[in-house]
């Protein structure tokens, strides 16, 4: 069973989080690494809650090797659920663009300023025509 704390709105943030890297081998990189992230995310199935007390959040041994063997030093644990929250992923060459209505997406900011990118965040409710561009 799972148990959900939080509020509910109508405003969806409709963000877009756009990272553009270097080459587009550290974009496919990059796109693995939140796969494989992602995967264990699920596989933990809320190991760390993120409404728990900061002194009880913590990783599994599983998610921290995985971490330090993608040398990934920034997440905490409370940013890990970001990677299984809905959202929309796709990469073309050296751009990763991330679309989505939650408010919280600093999980995918860290691993991709990590990984050399130049990252560029907006709502697709003030600037709609760039949201297209980034598709």
Known sequence: ???WNGYGSEHSMNLVLIGRF?????????EKDISRLSAQVAKEDGYASAF????????SDE??????????????????????????L???????TVTTDEAEVSAFV??????GARVEIFSAHEYPSDSNDAS
């Open 1 to 3: 069973m799972k148990i």
């Open 22 to 30: 270097k080459r587009a081998q550290d974009a496919e990189k990059v």
């Open 52 to 59: 728990a007390e900061p002194e009880d959040q913590r990783f």
């Open 63 to 88: 998610m921290l090797s995985l971490l330090l063997s993608l040398k990934l030093n920034t997440l905490g644990p409370s940013d890990l659920g970001q990677l299984v929250s809905e959202h929309h």
């Open 90 to 96: 796709r990469r073309e060459n050296d751009q990763i």
């Open 110 to 115: 860290k691993i991709f300023i990590e990984a």
